[in-house]
């Protein structure tokens, strides 16, 4: 279920995918969604160029459902950071899960959710979501 366009680039689209996602951007103040437009170019543009995505997207490590991690909030910035955790199909990356994180690294918890609900999207318990991209980019 694509449910809401969160941004639409030369590369890629991004959209909510479960309502929790759909809630969490949605609360998003000013300043967080100004970071999440400035996020999504910086990775829009890596992709179109062919470059790495400046440290603002990697693959979860561990997940075998394909997750991403799209880190919101700018390196260097004090807590709490903003991600959005992500499956890619094809140009479009479907935002699962929203995180306000503290600590280093995301919570085992909610990358467990994340990952539930990745699979749930094809309804069948697919793990291989995420996966149709062989080079493995974001």
Do not use: F
């Not at 996602?21 to 103040?29: G, T």
């Not at 749930?120 to 697919?126: C, E, F, Q, T």
């Amino acid at each position: 279920m694509k449910s809401r366009l969160i941004y639409s680039g030369k590369c890629i689209s991004i959209y909510t995918s479960t309502r929790q996602a759909e809630e969490y951007v949605a609360s998003l103040d000013a300043s967080e969604r100004r970071d999440l437009r400035v996020a999504a170019t910086i990775l829009d543009t890596s992709l179109a160029i062919g470059r790495p995505p400046g440290g603002r997207s990697e693959r979860v490590a561990g997940c075998p459902a394909g997750l991403w991690e799209l880190r919101v909030t700018p390196p260097g910035r004090r807590g709490p950071h903003t991600r959005l955790l992500y499956v890619r199909e094809g140009p479009e990356l479907l935002v699962v899960r929203g995180v306000r994180k503290a600590q280093r690294g995301i919570p085992r918890r909610e990358i467990e959710l994340a990952e539930r609900a990745a699979r749930g999207l094809r309804g069948n318990g697919d793990d291989s979501l995420g996966s149709r991209n062989p080079r493995g980019s974001p």
